[in-house]
């Protein structure tokens, strides 16, 4: 059974751009949510999405945004990027929202903003 | 407020100790509470999850507790190893389903 996959791995951004990160669930899984990771503020959640539908939100700008396709597969993206928006993006998956599963992460995504 | 918080930030210790990480939580209505580890730049692997209504789970060399009415829980590994050396995380699932995270404790193991 395959697990969470995220993609692109690494990507290199300029301020000012905007970047689209992808994540594939666990199949069977709905529920998908993606955090934000960097040395100085730690692991903080952006968002989670369930059968299409934005669940629950973090407490980030509206810079960043995220939608649930019908087969979950998950995308968020970040327009006007800034130099703090550098860190490790991770997204994980479950199967519902009983929260009774072990929560599944991806490898992540590394986005560096020069 | 929901908190999680883990002491210390950092532990080195000698390969083959035994050794507990702690995770305090401040609202004993948890559903469930979750120990990762992670590698340097890579993603959380899953270590344990313990259900509310669970006192402990085991998994190799690996051993959590729950104490719901004192807000803990504990990692205990047992003989540690090099390969050890990664940051360790909780998280705890409230009854209102927030995932809230501790900030993790860095282990280094010195072979």
């Known amino acids: 059974k395959a697990g969470v996959t995220q993609t692109p791995r690494y990507l290199i951004k300029t301020r000012g751009q905007q970047v689209t990160l992808s994540c594939s669930p666990i199949s069977g899984h709905r529920s998908v949510s993606w955090y934000q990771q960097t040395p100085g503020q730690g692991l903080q959640f952006l968002f989670e999405y369930f059968s299409e539908t934005q669940r629950n939100k973090g407490n980030f700008p509206g810079r960043f945004s995220g939608r649930q396709f019908s087969n979950s597969r998950s995308e968020m993206n970040v327009s006007t990027l800034e130099l703090g928006d550098s860190a490790l993006y991770l997204c994980?998956?479950?199967?519902?929202?009983?929260?009774?599963?072990?929560?599944?992460f991806g490898a992540g995504s590394r986005l560096t903003v020069l | 407020k929901q908190e999680v918080t883990q002491i210390p930030a950092a532990l080195s210790v000698p390969e083959g100790e035994n050794l507990v990480l702690n995770c305090s939580f401040t609202?004993?209505?948890?559903?469930?509470l979750q120990w990762f580890r992670q590698d340097p730049g890579k993603g959380l692997t899953s270590l344990l999850l313990i259900q509310s209504s669970q006192r402990e789970q085991t998994s190799g060399r690996l051993n959590a507790s729950l104490d719901k009415s004192s807000g803990r829980s504990t990692l205990y590994i047992a003989a540690s190893q090099p390969g050890d050396s990664a940051t360790y995380l909780c998280a705890v699932r409230y009854s209102n389903y927030q995932l809230i995270w501790g900030a993790g404790t860095k282990l280094i193991i010195k072979p």
């Open positions: 609202d004993s209505a948890i559903y469930n």
């Open positions: 994980a998956s479950l199967p519902d929202l009983s929260g009774a599963n072990v929560l599944t």
